[in-house]
């Protein structure tokens, strides 16, 4: 059971019907003037929660996923239509406790936006049929009933100050309009470090052959008889003897001479290069849906 004490944890915890569908979300708490226990609870339904619907919460549960009321979800929907101005006239009441099938309860409810029981007082005047509305900024609004605040309540039917008709039925947080708002993609570009090149150079060694031509020196004998021309020198020395005679040769040989010598320059530049890239986001933005009028036009 639902009590004064635990009002805080009610509003804006999700509402789930007795089969565990989820309907919407809580808005306000309303309470029995006798009792002044918790009688009805608003639920935001609709895209964007824009319809709100009268839910009795005498017997629902208070758990850790949200409040869990002992309807279904298609009772709510179909519910009376009753504007959430704060007040419960006992004939708005007693046609509430007809459709959901429930005993008659007192002479009338009052709203609390947060944690606010018993009756109020406004502009010196004490509401004589139990209505009385607190908005969560802590001001006190006129209802309908004979609830007197100096100047006549504006309903739905009244021309505000802008010359149009209708208010905040959400709370203090808009004037007589809603604004719609939508998500704009704007795209541009940022430079990022993507990579580096660079140059090394390093040594490596590569075999080379290449042919030389080279010479080198031979021995050969050469055996000629003695003629008048050479008997002299034949005959030059003693007659028999021993003796030696020696020849140098010489040979080529290759010799490998190594020097470096510059063969080309490198360096490295930058060119830019022009590429087309997708870029996508998912973008959201606000719905205005009219409930019980017809608007060609959608937003």
Known sequence: MIGTETLDRVIGKDVYDEAGQKIGSAGEVYLDDETGQPEWVTVRTGMFG???????????DLTDDGLRVPVSKDRVKDAP?????????????????????????GTGTQTTGQQTTGREHLAGTESTTGMALEDTSGQHMAGAGNVSTGTAGMTDTDTNRHGTVGHDTSGPTTD????????????????????????????????VTQTVPVTHEEVSVEREPITDANVGNAMDGPAISEEEHEVTLHAERAVVDKEA????????????????????ADLRKEEIEVDGATDDRRM
């Open 50 to 60: 824009t319809k709100e619907s009268f839910v009795p919460i005498r017997d629902a």
């Open 81 to 105: 239509k009753i504007d959430t101005d704060g007040h419960l006239s006992p004939q708005e009441e007693q046609e509430l406790y007809r459709y959901y099938g429930m005993g008659s309860g």
């Open 176 to 207: 007589d309009a809603m604004t719609r708002s939508e998500e704009r993609m704007t795209v541009g570009t940022t430079t990022q470090e993507a990579g580096r090149a660079r140059l090394r150079k390093y040594v490596v060694s590569e075999n």
């Open 261 to 280: 010598v510059p063969v080309e320059r490198v360096r490295l530049d930058k060119t830019t290069v022009t590429e087309q890239e997708q870029v996508s």
